[in-house]
């Protein structure tokens, strides 16, 4: 489910997923298939790590960037999670063809 809330969405993203809801900063974003591409590519790194080790995961893999590089924005563009969805976002087939646990590539 997609839901347009700018309050839950940090500022500087468009969309942040937390499953089962892609939150997305404005009506605009709806009609942008790339990202709701990318935000469902999330969901489904999600369930595949019941929620709890995904957010946990994507934690760790942040802090360990951000000790790597100092800087919070290579940081999060490093974490595995991002680089598969940022790869993949504008393959709107690439949730059907789409391997369990593909993310593990890009550690």
């Known amino acids: 489910m997609i839901i347009v809330n700018k309050w839950l969405v940090p500022k500087g993203y468009l969309a942040i997923t937390l499953w089962p809801f892609i939150f997305v900063r404005n009506e605009d974003l709806l009609s942008v298939e790339d990202l709701i ?16 080790i995904f957010y946990l995961w994507y934690g760790i893999e942040y802090l360990v960037h951000y000790i790597k590089y100092k800087d919070g924005i290579k940081a999060y563009r490093r974490i595995s999670f991002e680089v598969e969805a940022n790869i993949h976002e504008k393959n709107l087939n690439y949730l059907n063809s789409r391997k369990l646990f593909s993310w593990f590539k890009y550690l």
């Open 37 to 52: 591409n990318h935000e469902k590519i999330h969901l489904k790194q999600q369930i595949e790590l019941l929620l709890v």
